[in-house]
């Protein structure tokens, strides 16, 4: 396969995804370069051999390297790039970009909001809305809302979700520490920043533990057993990354035995999570149908990358916008 990047007026993209409107909103930019939708797996299997540029995300099957004879680059979606083969890419000279910071504020507010529910017990408070159930006042101090003044926050990978969400915790006068691989780089918001390798010191600490983190080797299964029995009877988890980084047999227990206080999780190790999985009927569970990164400026943000890339790759350019291979 050639290298060579066609000239906007020969290139054709096509865009996947099963509900993002991709298509129209690329249209309103009048860039005269062809495009379509696709919105199943089957219809990008059979239209993937027209495309020299996709923009795609959960449709990516590394099998389809083998029907795209055009491809040149992809741009994904989402921040999340463990779907794809990148060796096999790189062999093919196709290149591949993420959309991380696209969804930096949906995703950080989510956190937040996610945090404020469980403090607030806003998730029970709708439980009881739908059961006519008026609550009373509690004695038991344990059981009562919190505030969140004064709370320890640790922030498991302080990239740009992490980031701004330390600096919105600081806001609620949250004390913040977090994990990165290197400290040095941090931008602000958290009051310590330690590298992943001091994580189990850190945990005890917090009364939330937020995951902002990419899956990896490293981070896969990250909150395991142990993590779970290090954690304050009190304190809560709030995934906001990789279902994979969590051990989900372990987060059941401890949810079930009361070894920690509460979880709000966005994404599982399937999805969609099955009916009967007994996550479902968790009262100290929040789930939310891996939406956080979800925003009306979604289409618009990743359309901001897709071009900014396009324009580096018909100058031949070396370095992409998110550029992974």
């Given at each position: 396969m050639t290298n060579?990047?066609?000239?906007?007026?020969?290139?054709?993209?096509?865009?996947?995804?099963?509900?993002?409107?991709?298509?129209?909103?690329?249209?309103?930019?009048?860039?005269?370069?062809?495009?379509?939708?696709?919105?199943?797996?089957?219809?990008?299997?059979?239209?993937?051999?027209?495309a020299d540029v996709l923009v795609v995300s959960g449709f990516w099957q590394n099998?389809?390297?083998?029907?795209?004879?055009?491809?040149?680059?992809?741009?994904?979606?989402?921040?999340?790039?463990?779907?794809?083969?990148?060796?096999?890419?790189a062999k093919r000279g196709i290149r591949l970009a993420n959309a991380s910071g696209v969804n930096r504020n949906a995703v950080s507010e989510h956190a937040v909001a996610c945090i404020l529910a469980l403090t607030r017990q806003i998730h029970t408070g709708r439980d009881n809305q739908r059961q006519h159930i008026w609550r009373g006042m509690i004695?038991?101090?344990?059981?009562?809302?919190?505030?969140?003044?004064?709370?320890?926050?640790?922030?498991?990978?302080?990239?740009a979700i992490g980031s701004r969400l330390a600096k919105l915790a600081?806001?609620?006068?949250?004390?913040?520490?977090?994990?990165?691989?290197?400290?040095?780089?941090?931008?602000g918001g958290a009051d310590e920043v330690y590298t992943p390798d001091r994580l189990a010191e850190l945990i005890p600490q917090a009364d939330f533990v937020a995951l902002t983190c990419p899956l990896t080797p490293e981070t896969t299964n990250l909150i395991d057993e142990a993590a779970f029995a290090a954690m304050k009877p009190g304190a809560y988890l709030i995934?906001?990354?990789?279902?994979?980084?969590?051990?989900?047999?372990?987060?059941?227990?401890?949810?079930r035995d009361g070894t920690i206080a509460g979880a709000a999780i966005d994404h599982f190790w399937d999805?969609?999570?099955?009916?009967d999985s007994p996550f479902w009927d968790l009262e100290n569970l929040l789930i939310t149908?891996?939406?956080?990164?979800?925003?009306?400026?979604?289409?618009?943000?990743?359309?901001?990358?897709?071009?900014?890339?396009?324009?580096?790759?018909?100058?031949?350019?070396?370095?992409?916008?998110?550029q992974v291979v």
């Open positions: 060579t990047f066609p000239n906007p007026s020969d290139l054709t993209i096509c865009f996947a995804h099963v509900a993002y409107q991709m298509e129209t909103t690329f249209a309103r930019r009048e860039t005269g370069i062809r495009h379509f939708q696709v919105w199943s797996r089957q219809e990008l299997a059979e239209r993937l051999p027209e099998s389809l390297l083998e029907n795209a004879p055009k491809l040149r680059f992809i741009q994904s979606i989402g921040a999340g790039v463990d779907q794809f083969d990148q060796a096999a890419l004695s038991d101090l344990s059981q009562r809302e919190d505030e969140l003044g004064g709370k320890t926050l640790l922030i498991v990978g302080l990239g600081k806001a609620f006068d949250m004390r913040v520490i977090a994990t990165k691989r290197n400290p040095d780089t941090a931008q995934n906001m990354a990789r279902g994979r980084c969590v051990d989900e047999p372990a987060l059941l227990a401890a949810l999805e969609p999570l099955p009916a149908p891996h939406t956080a990164g979800e925003t009306r400026m979604y289409e618009e943000n990743v359309l901001d990358i897709l071009l900014e890339n396009l324009g580096r790759l018909e100058e031949a350019r070396s370095d992409l916008r998110n």
